[in-house]
């Protein structure tokens, strides 16, 4: 299929303000209200987004729940797949706009952005191909009396409230296996990144989905976000984002008793003996922590190197930290863009003024005069780190890594464990016991050895601790959060039923 947009004519997209979408229409606010939204590569105004409020939730989810009883629950699954195989044709067609507009919303490099959107449209047509396949239940015949199966169904409206830092992939994660299990959606995208949320809804709409299956309320966490979370008619809140909200959701949803899933924040270890590949375990390194400018829920933020290799792999982490392309993110050739906005900007600029107070030597690259407009952190190495320090234990969210020395097996896997985030780690070794040994006993949801953050969608996603509660991806989602199971018990035959009252 061919791009709507090529490379040559990306600039010329004109960005127009957004609005909400609901019920199969876009519509201002209840409110009249707008917010900002401002472009972190100049900090220049690009447009202005709808602020949705409880009015607007309340709208959306009446139409939602409307659609569900009405029409999407009762529809074929391969009917339903139609639609959700035609959304992924829609992305791939629509993927170079895409790219170039969370390049421009979020300032990550349009060579990362792309392979973010190809990814989407794979989220659509795993998840169409998950459901036709898998969506089914089991069947336990007892005693010849009675057989017992299981159905899965739908749970009905689901709110989605998803971060900046990937948008439109994590959006279509979520979006994908809630349709095409046969819920309909309110989606509560970042208020920092509503440029590919409102492209997701006019692909949706252009799709044909029935009205109120899909929505979007703009808006923020304290408002719009808060208003779907308490919702009586809501069922289940999926929610990507940093911890201290998720606990507030968690609280605000258990009223209404809804479902939840968590995935939260990190301060992932990656791990590297003495006897690993060095050049391989640099470039996972590097790229663990610097894709995404930093701003990745999985980044390797906490190094472990062993005190044999510390000093060889200190100096060939600075080379590449200083040779790592900081540019405009809709050039091709950059590696590393600037932050999402200025307070995220300042608050990291903070974390690596409090790591020279702890005591840590920090080794930077340089950010080209021309780009200081923007919110640029230049890639960061926090070295003679110690893991007590503030900045190895709290979630920095940004191009800045600790190394940390370390000698013994049981050493690093203490020190590893001793946060209170448990999302990912790394381990890096050529000796495979240990390395089964290390990763069985780090405390995280997801572990990779030798390997840099690589995933398959039949995998689940998530963290322990802190970083979050229940999973996302593939079984998971659709049997374990967007499904609730009902058994069915039929006797076939005249067992026994006890006759309680009645005279002999």
Not at 342 to 368: D, M, R, S
Not at 494 to 501: K, V
Request: a negative charge.
């Amino acid at each position: 299929m061919t791009n709507s947009i090529t490379e040559h004519s990306i600039r010329e997209v004109i960005v127009k303000d957004i609005s909400l979408y609901i019920n199969g229409q876009f519509v201002p606010a209840k409110t009249g209200e707008t917010f900002t939204n401002v472009n972190p590569f100049s900090n220049e105004h690009i447009n202005n987004i709808a602020a949705g409020d409880i009015e607007d939730i309340n709208e959306a989810v009446t139409s939602a729940k409307k659609a569900f009883d009405n029409e999407w629950k009762n529809l074929e699954i391969s009917e339903r797949m139609k639609y959700i195989n035609k959304i992924a044709d829609l992305i791939e067609e629509e993927a170079e706009e895409i790219a170039y507009l969370e390049a421009l919303d979020t300032g990550l490099p349009i060579s990362q952005t792309r392979s973010q959107a190809a990814r989407a449209a794979t989220n659509f047509r795993f998840y169409a191909k998950m459901v036709e396949t898998h969506l089914h239940g089991q069947a336990f015949p007892v005693e010849k009396e009675f057989i017992n199966y299981t159905l899965h169904r739908p749970l009905g409206v689901v709110g989605l409230i998803t971060p900046w830092n990937a948008p439109f992939m994590l959006e279509t994660w979520k979006v994908a296996p809630a349709l095409a299990t046969g819920n309909t959606v309110i989606l509560k995208p970042a208020e920092l990144s509503p440029l590919t949320a409102n492209k997701l809804a006019e692909i949706i709409d252009k799709a044909g989905l029935p009205k109120g299956v899909f929505n979007i309320v703009h808006g923020f966490g304290d408002t719009a976000g808060d208003a779907l979370v308490k919702h009586p008619d809501v069922k289940a809140i999926s929610f990507t984002g940093e911890t201290v909200t998720g606990s507030i959701i968690i609280k605000n949803a258990a009223d209404s008793l809804k479902k939840t899933s968590m995935e939260l924040g990190g301060k992932s270890p990656l791990i590297i003996f003495d006897d690993a590949d060095l050049d391989r375990a640099l470039d996972a390194t590097i790229w663990g922590i610097f894709s995404f400018n930093g701003e990745r829920c999985t980044s390797n933020s906490r190094v472990f190197v062993h005190k044999k290799i510390k000093d060889e792999f200190i100096e060939k982490l600075k080379e590449r930290v200083a040779n790592i392309r900081i540019g405009d993110p809709l050039d091709a050739s950059t590696e590393l863009g600037p932050l999402i906005e200025t307070q995220h900007f300042n608050k990291v600029k903070g974390y690596i003024e409090l790591a020279k107070e702890e005591g840590c030597e920090v080794f930077q690259g340089t950010v080209p005069e021309q780009f200081k407009a923007g919110n640029y952190v230049p890639p960061t190495l926090l070295l003679n780190a110690t893991n007590d320090m503030r900045v190895c234990q709290e979630e920095i969210f940004g191009p800045v890594m600790a190394v940390i020395e370390f000698e013994q097996e049981e050493e690093v896997i203490a020190v590893a464990n001793d946060v209170k985030y448990g999302l990912a780690g790394f381990v890096w070794t050529q000796d495979l016991t240990r390395g089964h040994r290390v990763a069985q006993a780090i405390e995280a949801g997801m572990i990779w050895i030798n390997s840099h953050n690589t995933r398959d969608l039949r995998i689940p996603f998530g963290g322990t601790k802190a970083s979050g509660i229940g999973r996302e991806g593939g079984h998971y989602a659709i049997f374990e959060f967007y499904t609730e199971p009902t058994v069915i018990h039929v006797a076939i035959g005249d067992h026994h039923i006890p006759q309680f009252g009645k005279k002999s």
